[in-house]
């Protein structure tokens, strides 16, 4: 850990895989990759303490076990490729209506009064990441969030991304995609046999 990392990992460990050393500065990014099924998103999901994990992680200096599990994922917040929609309106579910980043998804204020089951599977991704960002989270850690978009959505995402990296939020991030990494800007990660390593596929 640095003094200047928003966000640091030593030593993390889920039932799949481990993360022996990351961190992140404010407005980083980091990118993770790795093959199907080696436990990408179980290291996501580690950070943002939601499954059993060992390790030691940090938010701005301060270890993750002086926060509530609430606060923790408030401020650490896990972005699942396909986020769950619990109540039946859009709106219901975005803690501040930032006109700004739905236009920037290509939203227009309206979309708070849509029905979530009208929504494609690149609109709950879009959204999803709309309503993460609502809530002014310190770090964001993001499960493919391009997956399933075209060139000109994932575009727009990364624009969203890159904004919120200019106020300092850190990243993690899961793509397969080198060009995409290389746009970021990002320090690469790669899972092999189970441990997260620094360096490219
Ligand atoms: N809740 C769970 N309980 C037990 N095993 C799980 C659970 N969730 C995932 N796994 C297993 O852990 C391994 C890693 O899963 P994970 O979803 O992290 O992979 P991934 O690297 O993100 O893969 P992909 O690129 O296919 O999304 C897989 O073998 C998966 O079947």
């Known amino acids: 850990m640095t003094a200047r990392d928003r966000l640091s990992v030593r030593d993390l460990r889920c039932a799949v895989a481990a993360w022996p050393r990351l961190g992140v500065p404010a407005g980083g990014c980091a990118a993770l990759a790795g093959p199907s099924g080696s436990g990408k998103s179980r290291l996501l ?3 943002a303490d939601l499954d059993p994990n060992e390790g030691e992680v940090h938010l701005d200096g301060s270890p993750r076990q002086t926060f509530t599990g609430h606060e923790w994922r408030r401020r650490v917040i896990y972005l699942a490729a396909d ?8 709106g219901e579910h975005l803690a501040t209506l930032e006109t700004d980043t739905l236009a920037a998804l290509g939203f227009d204020a309206d979309v708070a009064q849509w029905s979530v089951r009208r929504l494609s599977t690149g609109e709950r991704s879009r959204l999803g990441l709309a309503r993460a960002v609502a ?3 310190q770090v964001l850690l993001l499960d ?3 997956a399933n978009l075209d060139r000109a ?3 727009a995402v990364e624009r969203v991304i890159q904004t919120q990296r200019r ?8 793509t397969h995609d080198p060009d995409q990494v290389r746009r970021l800007d990002a320090q690469r990660f790669t899972i092999h046999h189970g441990t997260a390593e620094e360096g490219s596929p």
């Not at 986020?83 to 859009?90: F, G, L």
């Not at 106020?167 to 899961?174: D, K, L």
């Open 45 to 47: 999901r580690a950070i």
């Open 135 to 137: 809530l002014q989270p």
């Open 83 to 90: 986020c769950a929609w619990w109540a039946e309106t859009v």
């Open 167 to 174: 106020r300092g939020v850190a990243m993690v991030w899961v």
């Open 153 to 155: 959505t994932t575009e």
């Open 144 to 146: 493919e969030p391009t």
